[in-house]
């Protein structure tokens, strides 16, 4: 099956933005592991990021029609505003993981809201980069045996 993986704004900035927060991994380099940890299990992971909250909802709603049966997604800054991109998430109904990069319930009050965790299967907060791959590894698990 397919997993779609999708970086919200400014992720593409990893390793160069604020590394003390975010570390000091690429985008790049997360998708590379991403993609090759999917591909060990028999599965196939999409990998995508902007910085546009309608490319990243038009992402979604073609999710379905992919065959995506899954999505890790990475809000960035839209986690604590954006109810378009949840609405499109609750919309297609696939099943979804919220992974963050930093601990968002450790900095400043207007990150502890998010607009995504409610309906996430579960979130992962705080454990940099590891994140994806523990998110990864629960959607694979999910998914099961490749058919
Ligand atoms: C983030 C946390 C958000 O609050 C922030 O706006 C980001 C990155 C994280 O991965 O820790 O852009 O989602």
């Known amino acids: 099956a397919k997993i779609l993986l999708l970086h919200g704004p400014n992720l593409n900035l990893l390793g160069r933005r604020e590394p ?7 985008l790049s380099d997360i998708d590379a592991r991403a993609t090759a940890q999917v591909a ?11 910085n546009a909250e309608h490319q990243l909802i038009d992402w979604v709603q ?13 809000p960035g800054g839209y986690t ?48 940099g980069a590891l994140g994806y791959e523990l998110a990864l590894t629960a959607a694979l698990r999910r998914l099961g045996d490749p058919a």
């Open 80 to 127: 604590h505003t954006s109810v378009a991109l949840r609405d499109a998430l609750a919309a297609v109904a696939l099943p979804f993981i919220e992974v963050h990069l930093s601990n968002v319930a450790a900095r400043e009050p207007f990150r502890r809201h998010s607009y995504f965790s409610d309906l996430a299967l579960g979130t992962i907060s705080g454990l």
């Open 40 to 50: 060990a299990a028999g599965h196939e992971l999409l990998c995508r990021q902007s």
């Open 20 to 26: 003390a927060i975010y570390g000091h991994d690429t």
């Open 62 to 74: 073609a999710a379905p029609g992919e065959g995506v049966a899954m999505i890790v997604i990475n």
